[in-house]
């Protein structure tokens, strides 16, 4: 009997002592998880802010059409040369300045390039034939707005606005007076679309590269008026149509004067 009761109380000590050590560890377990620092959130990247204006270069190629109408001289409004193909390569500077907004970029850009950009035809009959005319230009300069979409980083936009041209038409034939040259500026509308990426980023500026596409039509401006009389020839007043497609690339160098700010998302 008193092996049975001492089995009893054995087991009942054992049951409090197991108890008092799960106890002890609980609280133990505890205190070294209040001791262990919460890890701290990730911090969120800051949005890439257009804002700001901005200066930079550009270059890339121009692609465009012209024809020479005969203005005066009972041949008026006969094609002196038909429509023909001008082209040539172009490189400049550009400056801008962006607000953004909700995502929404709105801009107001303008740019200057040089280019080589010509193209010449035969003159066609009842025209002297073996008398060229040639349209080049020789200067481009666009004012346009930008309304834009940005993705971060990227920005997709598109532009319109008015654009001109320093150009001059040759009309040349060396058996007979050889070459003379008359100096025009055209002025027109051009519009079209591009996408700009923000590259490098600091506290003071941004890099930004951007690649897009204009169409311009300058419509018709009048040369040699009034017509030229020559010995054995005269040059008669023409208008000129003239029209580009342009394809070209950009690096932007974006300022922020107050140090860089995120963009009301």
């Not at 390569?89 to 303008?110: I, S």
């Not at 060229?132 to 300069?141: D, R, V």
């Not at 070459?179 to 679309?193: N, P």
């Amino acid at each position: 009997m008193s092996a049975r009761v001492g089995c009893v109380l054995g087991r009942a000590k054992m049951k409090k002592t197991l108890s008092i050590f799960a106890a002890f560890l609980g609280v133990t377990s505890a205190a070294y998880a209040a001791d262990i620092p919460a890890k701290a959130p990730s911090p969120t990247p800051a949005a890439f802010d257009w804002s700001g204006c901005y200066i930079g270069v550009e270059g890339g190629g121009t692609w465009g059409r012209s024809e020479q109408v005969a203005a005066a001289s009972a041949f008026s409004g006969s094609t002196i040369t038909g429509r023909f193909g001008l082209a040539g390569g172009l490189a400049g500077g550009t400056g801008g300045c962006n607000l953004e907004y909700n995502n929404f970029v709105f801009g107001l850009e303008d740019d200057f390039s040089w280019t080589n950009s010509h193209g010449s035809h035969n003159d066609l009959p009842p025209f002297v034939t073996t008398t060229l005319s040639e349209t080049q230009e020789k200067w481009l300069n666009t004012l346009r707005g930008r309304v834009g979409y940005a993705i971060d980083r990227v920005m997709l936009y598109g532009t319109t606005g008015f654009a001109l041209a320093g150009t001059q038409v040759l009309v040349s034939n060396p058996a007979v007076f050889g070459t003379l040259v008359d100096h025009q500026v055209h002025s027109g509308w051009v519009a079209g679309a591009g996408v700009e990426w923000a590259a490098w980023s600091a506290p003071w500026a941004d890099v930004t590269f951007k690649v897009e596409y204009l169409h311009a039509d300058f419509g018709s401006t009048l040369y040699f008026n009034p017509s030229v009389v020559l010995p054995g020839a005269t040059i008669v007043t023409r208008e000129t149509h003239l029209s580009d497609d342009i394809v070209r690339a950009g690096v932007n160098l974006k300022f922020n004067p107050g140090g860089g700010t995120v963009a009301s998302k």
